[in-house]
C-alpha cells in the first residue's frame, strides 16, 4: 500500500545525510531528523518547539536574529555560514562549526524555513591536517636546503634522526647502514641508548628473523606496535625490555637503485603505532638521507681518489727528484772523464774515439734531459711562475747558444732586435724557443734560421722561429707533436734526435695557456709561432752581459797557484771531477761533506765547485753560505746540480755564482772557473729570471 506523501517527505528527511530542521515563520522547529538530535544532543522531542535560537552560541544571537528578519523579507537560497554565524549550541553548551543552507517552503495555510545543517568539524580537522603537512614539509625542504650545504656525513643523518624521532614522538631512535664492502650492519647514529643496551644490541644478528634483517631483506617497512603481543619478536623481547622500549618500527633506506642500505628506527617506552602521516614523512627522510648517504659515499671516492692521485704525484715527483740526480750522476762521471782523456790524449785514433764518445753522451744528455722533461710535464709536478720580462733577454741568450752551432752546418743564424716584452714564465718560454731553434737548425740544410717577434693584437705578441729547411707536408702536420715522431725518419731508422722536442713545446705552451701556430711548405721551410700575451707593466731591458763573449784564456801559471775545493759525495763523479781539474792545471782538494769542507778551508780556498746534493741532506748552498762566513770574503762557486726544482731557479743574484746543470761536459765546466777568475770583480749579472745560473746557465723544466 502506497504511503501518504506526507509519511513519505518524513521518512526522506530522516534518510538524509544532513541535519534537517523545520522552522515556522516565528522561527519555532517544528521537525527535527535524527541527524540533528545527534548533532545538537537533544531528543527528538527536546527540539520540538524550541526556538531556533537556543541552538545558535549566545554571542551571536542578536547578529542571527537581524539576519533571519532580512530573510524572510528577501528570500532565497542561501548559505547562512559566513563569518562568525557559522556555529551551532549542542545541549551540553559545547560550539560546533556548521554549514547552513536554507529555503523557503510555503503551503496554502503558513510560510516554513527548511534548514539543512551539516557538522563543519571534519573542515577544521582537514584544515588542521593540511596546515600541520604544509609546516611538514616547509621543515622537510629547509633542512634538505640545510643538509645539502654540510659534508659531515653524520652531522647530516643526526639531523635527520633527530627530525623523525620529533615528527613521530618516539623516545629512541637509530639509522644503521649495511658496510658496501663486506655487507656488515654498522650502528652510526643513535638518539637515547644506552653504551651497555648498545653492547648489547651491537651482539644481534641480522638475520631474517629479526625485525631489522626482514626490513633490510623485504626492502619494506615492519612495525611492531607492541613486542610484548608480537610473536615474531618473542626471541627479542629480553632485548627490549633491557632498552626500555615497548614498540619499534623499522623503515628501510633504499639506495638510488631501489636496493636498501640500511634503515632508520623509531622506539617507543608505551605501545604505539606511527600514523600513516607520520609513516610517509619518515619515507621522505629516509628518501633524503640515501640521497645525502649517496652523496657523502661519491665524495668519500672522489676524495679517496684524489688522495690516491696525490700520493702517485708526490711518489713520482720524489722518483723524477732521484732520477733527475741519480740518472744524471753516471753520464756526469763519463762526461768528465771523456773530457779529461781528451786532454791527455795524443794518439789520433783514440782522439777521434773520445770524440765519438763525447758525441754520444751528449746524445744520451739529451734524451735523458728529453724523458725527465716530460715526465715532469705529465705529473704535475712543473708550476708555472709567471712574470713579465724582455723577450730581447731570451734572444740574447739564444743568439750566443745557437750562432756557433748554426755556423759550424753552414747556416745563417738571424736574431731580431727586439723590444717587446711579455708576461709568462721566462725559462719555460726560453725551453720553448730552444727546442724550436734546434729543430729549425736540425731540419735546415742551408739557408738561414731566423728569430723574431712582433705585435700582433693589444692582447698577443707573436715570436717567430723560421728556417728554410726540408718543410713539413700539411697531411703532417698533425702528428708533429707526438712524441718519437720524426718527419721522414723510421721508427726502425738511425736517428738525429729522438722526436721529443715538439711534444715538449706543446706540452708546455699547454701549461701556460699559450697558442702555437705552424706554417710550414716542402722543401721551402718552416715558421713555428707562440703566442704570448704582452707584459702587464713596464720592464728594465737588461744590458748585454760583459764577459761572455770570446774565449776566455788563463795561464797554466795562474791556476797552479789557485786553491780549488771540490764537494761531491758520489766518489765517482768525485774522482773523475778531481782527476779533470787536475788535468787541467788546478790544486784540488776533494771533500764529501760540509764538515770536511770547512776543514779543508783552515788552509785557504779561492775556488769552489759543489754539488748540490749531497749526503745526510746537506745542500751545496749551505756549503757556499759556510765557507764564505768562515773565509769572510765572497768565495767564488761552481753550483753543479741535477735538481731542476724551482728552488734552484729562484737562487738569488750573485755575481761570485755559478750554476750548472748536469750532466756537465768538461769544457763547460772548465769555462765556468775561467769566468769566475778571470777579472777579480765579476761585473753584475743582469736581473733576470736566470740571472743566478751564470754565463753557461741553461733554465730547465
Not at 527535527?32 to 541552538?55: P, V
Not at 758525441?359 to 716530460?374: E, K, P
Not at 726560453?430 to 740544410?445: D, G
Not at 769566475?676 to 761585473?683: E, G, H, I, S, T
Request: aromatic residues 4%; contains cysteine; glycine residues 6%.
Amino acid at each position: 500500500m502506497a504511503l501518504p506523501p506526507a509519511q513519505l517527505a518524513e521518512l526522506a528527511l530522516q534518510a538524509a545525510p544532513d541535519a534537517m530542521l523545520i522552522v515556522d515563520a516565528g522561527w519555532t522547529i517544528r521537525f527535527a531528523n535524527r541527524q540533528a538530535t545527534a548533532l545538537f544532543g537533544y531528543a527528538s522531542e527536546e527540539l520540538i518547539g524550541l526556538d531556533i535560537e537556543r541552538l545558535v552560541p549566545e554571542r551571536f544571537r542578536q547578529r542571527h536574529m537581524a539576519r533571519r528578519s532580512e530573510y524572510l523579507a528577501h528570500t532565497r537560497v542561501r548559505p547562512m555560514s559566513a563569518g562568525l554565524e557559522g556555529y551551532g549550541l549542542r545541549h551540553d553548551g559545547m560550539e560546533v562549526p556548521v554549514e547552513i543552507n536554507l529555503r523557503l517552503v510555503k503551503n496554502d495555510s503558513e510560510v516554513l524555513v527548511a534548514a539543512a545543517i551539516r557538522d563543519a568539524r571534519h573542515r577544521e580537522r582537514v584544515a588542521t591536517e593540511l596546515n600541520a603537512q604544509l609546516e611538514d614539509m616547509r621543515r622537510l625542504c629547509k633542512m634538505s636546503m640545510q643538509l645539502m650545504k654540510v659534508t659531515d656525513l653524520s652531522t647530516m643523518l643526526g639531523e635527520i634522526l633527530d627530525a623523525v624521532v620529533t615528527l613521530q614522538a618516539a623516545d629512541f631512535g637509530n639509522i644503521e647502514l649495511r658496510d658496501p664492502e663486506t655487507g656488515e650492519r654498522q650502528l652510526v647514529m643513535q638518539r637515547g641508548f644506552s653504551a651497555n643496551f648498545l653492547d648489547c644490541f651491537a651482539s644481534v644478528d641480522s638475520c631474517d628473523e629479526w625485525a631489522y634483517g626482514r626490513c633490510l631483506s623485504s626492502g619494506e617497512r615492519v612495525v611492531i606496535e607492541d613486542v610484548q603481543t608480537d610473536s615474531e619478536y618473542l626471541p627479542f623481547r629480553a632485548i627490549a625490555a633491557q632498552g626500555g622500549y615497548r614498540a619499534v618500527q623499522f623503515t628501510p633506506i633504499r639506495g638510488l637503485d631501489g636496493v636498501p642500505i640500511g634503515m632508520l628506527s623509531t622506539h617507543f617506552r608505551q605501545p604505539h603505532r606511527p600514523s600513516e602521516r607520520e609513516l610517509q614523512l619518515t619515507d621522505l627522510y629516509t628518501h633524503l638521507a640515501a640521497t645525502l648517504i649517496a652523496r657523502g659515499r661519491a665524495d668519500e671516492a672522489v676524495r679517496a681518489a684524489c688522495d690516491r692521485a696525490n700520493r702517485a704525484n708526490q711518489a713520482k715527483g720524489r722518483f723524477l727528484a732521484t732520477a733527475s740526480h741519480d740518472l744524471r750522476q753516471p753520464l756526469q762521471t763519463i762526461a768528465l772523464l771523456n773530457g779529461m782523456l781528451r786532454r791527455t790524449m795524443r794518439n789520433e785514433e783514440s782522439a777521434q774515439a773520445l770524440s765519438q764518445q763525447e758525441q754520444a753522451i751528449g746524445a744520451m744528455a739529451r734524451l735523458l734531459n728529453a724523458l725527465l722533461d716530460i715526465s715532469k710535464l705529465e705529473s704535475g709536478a712543473v708550476r708555472p711562475e709567471l712574470g713579465d720580462f724582455a723577450v730581447a733577454t731570451l734572444f740574447e741568450e739564444l743568439r750566443r747558444e745557437f750562432a756557433g752551432i748554426a755556423a759550424g752546418k753552414g747556416l745563417q743564424f738571424d736574431v731580431d732586435t727586439c723590444r717587446c716584452c711579455v708576461h709568462s714564465d721566462p725559462a719555460l718560454i726560453e725551453r720553448v724557443l730552444r727546442n724550436l731553434v734546434a729543430n729549425a737548425i736540425k731540419y735546415t740544410q742551408c739557408g738561414r734560421v731566423t728569430l723574431n717577434c712582433q705585435v700582433v693584437s693589444d692582447s698577443n705578441i707573436r715570436i717567430d722561429v723560421l728556417d728554410t729547411g726540408i718543410g713539413i707536408p700539411q697531411e703532417k702536420l698533425g702528428c708533429i707533436y707526438n712524441e718519437f715522431y720524426q718527419i721522414g725518419v723510421a721508427s726502425n731508422s738511425a736517428r738525429d734526435g729522438y722526436g721529443l722536442g715538439l711534444s715538449i713545446v706543446k706540452r708546455i705552451a699547454d701549461l701556460l695557456g699559450l697558442k702555437l701556430e705552424v706554417r710550414s711548405q716542402v722543401e721551402t721551410g718552416s715558421c713555428f709561432s707562440v703566442l704570448v700575451p704582452p707584459a702587464r707593466g713596464p720592464v728594465a731591458l737588461a744590458s748585454p752581459r760583459s764577459g761572455d763573449s770570446g774565449p776566455l784564456t788563463q795561464s797554466p801559471e795562474r791556476r797552479k797557484t789557485l786553491k780549488l775545493l771540490l764537494v761531491e759525495d758520489d766518489p765517482g763523479v768525485r774522482d773523475a771531477t778531481r782527476m779533470l781539474l787536475k788535468v787541467a792545471g788546478y790544486d784540488v782538494t776533494a771533500v764529501s761533506s760540509l764538515t770536511d769542507a770547512l776543514a779543508a778551508a783552515c788552509t785557504g780556498v779561492d775556488l769552489l765547485v759543489t754539488d748540490y746534493h749531497l749526503a745526510g741532506g746537506e745542500t751545496g748552498t749551505q756549503v757556499i753560505a759556510a765557507l764564505r762566513n768562515a773565509l769572510g770574503k765572497p768565495l767564488k762557486a761552481v753550483l753543479v746540480t741535477g735538481d731542476t726544482s724551482s728552488v734552484i731557479r729562484e737562487l738569488p743574484r750573485d755575481p761570485n755564482l755559478r750554476v750548472a746543470s748536469k750532466p756537465l761536459h768538461a769544457e763547460e765546466l772548465l769555462r765556468l772557473l775561467q769566468s769566475l777568475m778571470v777579472v777579480d770583480n765579476p761585473p753584475d749579472v743582469p736581473e733576470t729570471n736566470s740571472a743566478a745560473f751564470g754565463v753557461s746557465a741553461r733554465p730547465t723544466l
